[in-house]
């Protein structure tokens, strides 16, 4: 398992690791530093190594690796970068200089075939200083010139807990994080600028650790997916495969009822039903021969409808996608909170829709939901249900899905560059997938992924898990053949029978 630690998480184990087992922080930074020395080897064979370092451990850890580098036989300089350091920098800073290495104030013009990122760690917060700014874009420029760049545990200018890089980054080819996976790495911006992630085991031990990792999150990989998702028995039938329906769709968005159907059919779903506004109907006879089409009403947006709701069967349920916002949409999310039994997703308008219609109730809607709920927002829709800024979701998404799922008994889905599924007690990260997914309909193919999974019997959690995997996935293996700036959320549908196929190669 690969688990993903907050700042503070890391600041703890490494706090339990020297004062509770007795490990010197000294030991640990010639860990971090051989580990640091093999992946520079790795990304570059030859050539002179250019090494910056700030004045806190992660300082100390680069000092070290460059004092190894010079002991193999390899050129090195080092830049020192900071007015103040720890004492144990301070002491790996010395050692290096009496190992005849190079220290400059100032990053120097030369070539170099590897620039090694240690000016911060993880602790990293904004701050407005030119000459920061300015020795960052000379490792990015370095970079441009040929230079491969490796980060010591998170690329300097990207916050550890948010992956938000405010100012300049280090635009790396890999980042090297110490003991575990740091947060700032996998989420937001830490996505483009980390590069390869590459985890090196130094001894650190994780304080809370139990059999099942709660308290820590932890990255989502194809072998667990497919442990959840095993080979259908020939002798079965559509029966044993459940029940999906999509209640979806107005005049306005047509094309979201279409790809949230077609996706629940392509991911398992026995049966699948298609709810969506009259006027639609002529659109889709045909066009979705795998599933049964039901209307909401007479008009083209929908209307809610108590008996039509009532007949959905126990199964699972998305609701939400391209339906417009209306005090008929809340209604119907209430009513199907209240009454349905199985598996509820709520997507896009569904949470608008209750945001705006049921703030002041929601909180007992979900606490005394019938069913098993899984709500998908992207971040500002999230924003809209917490009313909290956008801007404070975005910096703090983590603990806020957390703590949101934790409170309400829900599964939380929060896309993203990287998708965070929790539901309060377990919480998992999906970085598969490509920039070529931000589109419309994106989140209509996901929902109806989960719809499918969790028909054919996977609970909420390990269904929006899934499907997170498995939709990231199908578009890695799309734009693999027609790219990024031609994916579409259609091409996502056609290749998810490769994605599931991937699951047992």
Known sequence: ??????????????????????????????????AL?????????????LIVCGGGNNGGDGFVCGRLLLASGREVDAVFFAEKRTHECAITLSEFMLNNGKVFDEIPDGEYALVVDCLFGTGYSYRDDERTAAAIRKINTLKKRGAKVLSADIPSGVCGNSGIAKGEAVDADCTLCFGEI????????????????????????????????????????????????????????????????????????????YLSAVAAVRSGAGYTTLLLPASLFPLFA???PEALLKTTNGGGRYAYNEEILAEIPKGAVAYGMGMDVSEDVAKGAEYLLSHHEGTLILDADALNSLAAYRKDSLSELLKNASCEVVLTP????????????????????????????KEWNVTVLLKGAATILTDGKRTLISTSGTAGQAKGGSGDVLSGVIAGLCASALDGFDGAVCAAYLCGKAAELATADIGEYSLTASDVIEYLGKAFLSLHH
């Open 1 to 34: 398992m690969r688990y993903v630690l907050t700042t503070e998480q890391m600041r703890e184990a490494d706090t339990f690791t020297v004062q509770g087992l007795g490990v010197p922080t000294l030991e640990l930074m010639e860990r971090a530093g051989a």
């Open 37 to 49: 020395k093999k992946e520079a080897e790795r990304l570059a064979p030859t050539g002179r190594i």
């Open 182 to 257: 740091k947060a700032g790495a996998v989420l937001a911006d830490g996505l483009d600028y980390a590069g390869e992630i590459v985890r090196a085991d130094i001894g650190i031990v994780l304080p809370s650790f139990d059999a099942e990792g709660h308290g820590y999150a932890r990255l989502v990989e194809g072998a667990e997916v497919a442990r959840h998702i095993p080979r259908r028995k020939r002798n079965s039938h559509k029966g044993n495969y459940g029940k999906a329906t999509i209640v979806a769709g107005s005049e306005k968005y047509t094309g979201a009822a």
């Open 286 to 288: 045909l066009k979705i």
């Open 378 to 405: 992207h971040p500002r829709e999230f924003a809209r249900l917490i009313d909290r800024p956008c801007e404070e979701v975005v910096e703090n998404a983590l603990s806020l899905a957390q703590e949101y799922a």
